[in-house]
């Protein structure tokens, strides 16, 4: 895992040395996130009581002809936790328990992630972009602080410590494209991403595993800025040999 980022660099090395490498795009992103099946479920215990939250990410595209291209991915979910009804559940789910205040930081999910990208033009402004991502998640549970109230005797406050694990995540996302100019597009993107992560948590008497199904919809607008193309550089060479080649053949003539 360590070596992939120098792995990556290498590839994208390599093609652009060979030629293959024919254009390179940029996109800055932000939206809502959405959490999905068992990451929204509002019920105990597989549920992880999450709500709508906030999304952003960027993205490296390396075209390496007119439709397929390389991804890079990385991206910052936030999503609040919903207090009020997971208090409600821990209430009904414990008879000794008459009321509950609970205090929570949203969950946080890093996503890095790598894979095929293929674009085509519906018409001379629009064009449509599906992809296919693997990576890793980077998840933390939020720190929460707990203040219940017994029907009897208990202790006046507790909390739970923020747990973090790294695991495999997939996706994919679609994305429609407007090209504002030669050099510039906005975009709306849709994303799926998915992962199964076990956090781990020391109890008074050991340590427990939890398993959380991590499902996210990230809806994003989209800038994206075209930074090379192989044609403007090729182009510039040109221009700038032209002078030398010109000399070279007045110099024949005379």
């Given at each position: 895992?360590?070596?992939?980022?120098?792995?990556?660099?290498?590839?994208?090395?390599?093609?652009?040395?060979?030629?293959?490498?024919?254009?390179?795009?940029?996109?800055?992103?932000?939206?809502?996130?959405?959490?999905?099946?068992?990451?929204?479920?509002?019920?105990?215990?597989?549920?992880?009581?999450?709500?709508?939250?906030?999304?952003?990410?960027?993205?490296?595209?390396?075209?390496?002809?007119?439709?397929?291209?390389?991804?890079?991915?990385?991206?910052?979910?936030?999503?609040?936790?919903?207090?009020?009804?997971?208090?409600?559940?821990?209430?009904?789910?414990?008879?000794?328990?008459?009321?509950?205040?609970?205090?929570?930081?949203?969950?946080?999910?890093?996503?890095?992630?790598?894979?095929?990208?293929?674009?085509?033009?519906?018409?001379?402004?629009?064009?449509?972009?599906?992809?296919?991502?693997?990576?890793?998640?980077?998840?933390?549970?939020?720190?929460?602080?707990?203040?219940?109230?017994?029907?009897?005797?208990?202790?006046?406050?507790?909390?739970?410590?923020?747990?973090?694990?790294?695991?495999?995540?997939?996706?994919?996302?679609?994305?429609?494209?407007?090209?504002?100019?030669?050099?510039?597009?906005?975009?709306?993107?849709?994303?799926?991403?998915?992962?199964?992560?076990?956090?781990?948590?020391?109890?008074?008497?050991?340590?427990r595993t939890d398993i959380r199904n991590i499902?996210?919809?990230?809806?994003?607008?989209?800038?994206?800025?075209?930074?090379?193309?192989?044609?403007?550089?090729?182009?510039?060479?040109?221009?700038?040999?032209?002078?030398?080649?010109?000399?070279?053949?007045?110099?024949?003539?005379?």
């Open positions: 895992m360590k070596h992939l980022p120098l792995l990556l660099i290498f590839l994208i090395q390599t093609l652009n040395t060979n030629g293959q490498i024919s254009e390179i795009d940029m996109a800055i992103q932000t939206g809502i996130s959405i959490p999905l099946f068992d990451y929204a479920a509002t019920t105990l215990p597989e549920g992880s009581f999450a709500t709508t939250g906030f999304t952003v990410s960027t993205e490296a595209k390396f075209m390496l002809d007119e439709h397929w291209s390389g991804a890079l991915l990385a991206g910052l979910q936030l999503n609040p936790v919903d207090v009020g009804r997971l208090g409600y559940e821990k209430v009904n789910a414990d008879p000794f328990l008459e009321d509950l205040y609970i205090r929570s930081d949203p969950y946080k999910v890093v996503h890095l992630m790598v894979g095929p990208a293929y674009q085509f033009p519906l018409n001379n402004s629009f064009s449509f972009e599906s992809q296919l991502n693997v990576g890793v998640f980077v998840a933390f549970t939020p720190y929460q602080l707990y203040k219940p109230e017994y029907f009897f005797t208990g202790p006046p406050f507790y909390e739970i410590t923020s747990a973090r694990d790294v695991s495999f995540a997939m996706g994919g996302a679609v994305r429609l494209i407007y090209q504002v100019t030669p050099c510039y597009q906005i975009a709306l993107t849709n994303q799926f991403l998915h992962s199964k992560s076990s956090f781990k948590f020391n109890t008074s008497n050991s340590t499902s996210l919809y990230n809806a994003s607008f989209s800038i994206i800025l075209k930074l090379f193309t192989r044609e403007k550089q090729d182009a510039s060479k040109n221009h700038q040999y032209a002078p030398n080649n010109m000399a070279h053949v007045n110099s024949n003539r005379e």
